[in-house]
């Protein structure tokens, strides 16, 4: 059902990190939204198609692997399962490139575990199909190209080495085209087209896209509902792709949406074991001692002590009949088990992050 000359292209990366003004770089006008918020309201992934060189690219914009708040935890869970669950819809059967966008800047922890969290959600093979795309040029030094820069960070040539070499440069606010006259390396209309050029030789090694469980189910499930759309109402295949999309990632989503309430639960349960536990081990102890307390100079006034009375629990939510596959439900779990260092805001103006 997929037209073998369509190239599906993911932006992966931080929030912050310039993937929506590259996109549109790609797609040469402005398509996506661009927000330099981590609390933006965009949580889905963003697509667009357009024939470049005569081939049609789907370039998928991502909101961003990071940015959410602490205060804002259990929020930022959910968004965060939404994300992921629609960049797995819309890239669906599997992307034929992924770009990992980041600053030019130092290679710091929240970089390294971005890249950790991709290849968790991706697999090993990931790299296979992994192009490292730098923004902010304006901050690379004069006469510094790109893999000087990367030579500086033992992190940033692993990383490099590990996508075969291939990186790129792009400046989203300064490289106007006065300034690139005198560096045509330093032009954004150069780089997009070495950009293309590398997505298509990439893919023309591997001879595939990127696949894995969770990709192979959400593609099953795609067709199966694109197959009863098509045959209910009559429409094209590629609306019925479309409609069917919609309609999975929707499914997915309600079904992730009530996943905090058996938490909340959960912890209240928890919560209120802990207290009861607590009262009947440490109180006895608290009443023996003031019994067996010597009388002190001035009377003291003993207040009498009461055991804690357990609050009514609230019911137990209804059992949901599970809808998303098991291998779903495993990546939901594993987007919530991101380590400490994914939940700390991002300042790309910092160079000197650590």
């Known amino acids: 059902m997929q037209e073998p000359d369509l190239l599906r292209v993911v932006l992966l990366g931080k929030h912050g990190s310039g993937k929506s003004s590259l996109a549109n770089k790609i797609l040469g006008e402005e398509i996506f939204t661009v927000s330099h918020r981590s609390d933006a309201k965009i949580r889905c992934s963003q697509t667009h198609t357009k024939l470049i060189n005569g081939l049609n690219v789907t370039v998928i914009d991502t909101p961003g692997v990071l940015g959410a708040e602490r205060a804002h935890r259990e929020r930022a869970e959910q968004e965060r399962q939404c994300e992921w669950l629609s960049c797995l819809v819309q890239c669906a059967p599997g992307p034929h490139a992924l770009l990992l966008v980041m600053p030019v800047q130092r290679y710091t922890r929240q970089e390294r575990a971005v890249v950790e969290h991709i290849k ?52 989203n606010k300064y490289w106007t085209k006065e300034r690139q006259k005198g560096d045509p390396q ?43 759309i098509h045959a209910d109402s009559g429409l094209s295949l590629e609306e019925s792709r479309e409609q069917a999309k919609n309609s999975v990632l929707d499914k997915y989503i309600d079904q992730a949406s009530r996943c905090p309430s058996y938490v909340k639960y959960a912890a209240v349960v928890a919560g209120v074991a802990g207290v009861a536990l607590a009262a009947i081990l440490v109180l006895p102890k608290v009443i023996k001692f003031l019994k067996n307390k010597p009388p002190l100079p001035l009377p003291v006034p003993v207040m009498p002590i009461e055991l804690p009375t357990l609050p009514d629990l609230p019911p137990a939510p209804e059992v949901v009949q599970e809808v998303v596959p098991p291998v779903i439900s495993d990546l939901l779990e594993s987007i919530l088990t991101e380590p400490e260092v994914l939940f700390e805001r991002y300042d790309p103006f910092n160079l000197f992050e650590c």
């Open 186 to 228: 330093r032009s954004n209309e150069f780089q997009v087209k070495e950009i293309l050029a590398t997505v298509v030789k990439m893919t023309s090694e591997n001879q595939r896209y990127l696949s894995n469980e969770a990709l192979e189910e959400v593609e099953r499930e795609i067709q199966s509902e694109q197959s009863r």
């Open 120 to 171: 968790t959600q991706f697999g090993e093979e990931v790299f296979r199909f992994t192009i490292v795309v730098f923004t902010h040029g304006d901050q690379l030094p004069e006469n510094t190209d790109i893999l000087a820069f990367v030579e500086q960070s033992e992190g940033l040539k692993e990383l490099v080495l590990a996508c075969g070499g291939r990186c790129h440069v792009v400046d």
